[in-house]
């Protein structure tokens, strides 16, 4: 049974430009959330996709878009980079039905923005 | 509301017990907990709801005192393994996202 996979593991990009993170939930879940982790903080949500819709939405600007496809995997999409996006994408996958609703979270991809 | 987590960091010799609390100000539906080691991701150790229903590892326990938002997890005869980032992760009623704490630095030595 796979897990949450990520890709890409790692990302380099420069101000100004736009870059996309790729997330596939566990099998069997149909909720994919993405959070940032700054280097020593706790990972802060992002938005949270279902039914191909963005469902909840934490404090980040628009430049921060998402997609999730009918196979349930999803996509973050960040434009106009700026330095201080440099951090660890996150992605978690959970069963909206579920009792529980615990989130399994993917490797991570880590964006440097130079 | 973010979460306060205490300690922010605790040394442990391998055997001995810790605590790690974890408070919001806000009601919360559950609180989910987590570790993190150093360049991983965060792995999933318990979750607890409210009314007392929990699922987690069996060698993991914790609390959640509803009346105080209060939640705290109990680590005991602890391992090398268990060294790691520990966060607490306050999910409010009717929606789906976590809110993490700073977390909590567990070290463990030999």
């Known amino acids: 049974d796979a897990g949450v996979t990520q890709s890409p593991t790692h990302l380099i990009k420069t101000r100004g430009q736009q870059v996309t993170l790729r997330c596939s939930p566990k099998s069997g879940h149909d909720t994919v959330s993405w959070y940032q982790q700054a280097l020593g903080q706790g990972p802060q949500f992002i938005f949270q996709y279902y039914e191909e819709e963005e469902r909840q939405r934490g404090n980040f600007p628009d430049r921060f878009s998402g997609h999730q496809f009918p196979n349930y995997s999803s996509e973050l999409n960040v434009n106009a980079l700026l330095l201080g996006d440099s951090a660890l994408y996150l992605c978690a996958s959970s069963l909206r039905s579920g009792v529980y609703n615990e989130q399994f979270f993917g490797p991570g991809t880590r964006l440097t923005v130079l | 509301q973010q979460p306060v987590q205490s300690p922010q960091a605790v040394i442990l010799r391998e055997g001995e017990d810790a605590v790690i609390n974890c408070s919001s100000s806000k009601a919360l539906y559950s609180v989910h907990w987590y570790r993190q080691k150093h360049g991983e991701a965060p792995v999933f150790l318990m979750i607890?709801?409210?009314?007392?229903e929990q699922k987690g590892h069996e060698k993991i326990s914790a609390s959640f005192n509803e009346k105080k938002q209060q939640s705290s997890l109990y680590l005991t005869a602890s391992q090398l393994s268990y060294s790691g980032t520990y966060f607490c992760?306050?999910?409010?009623?009717?929606?789906?996202?976590?809110?993490f704490g700073k977390g909590t630095k567990l070290s463990v030595k030999p």
């Open positions: 607890l709801l409210k009314g007392g």
């Open positions: 992760g306050a999910a409010p009623p009717s929606q789906g996202n976590l809110i």
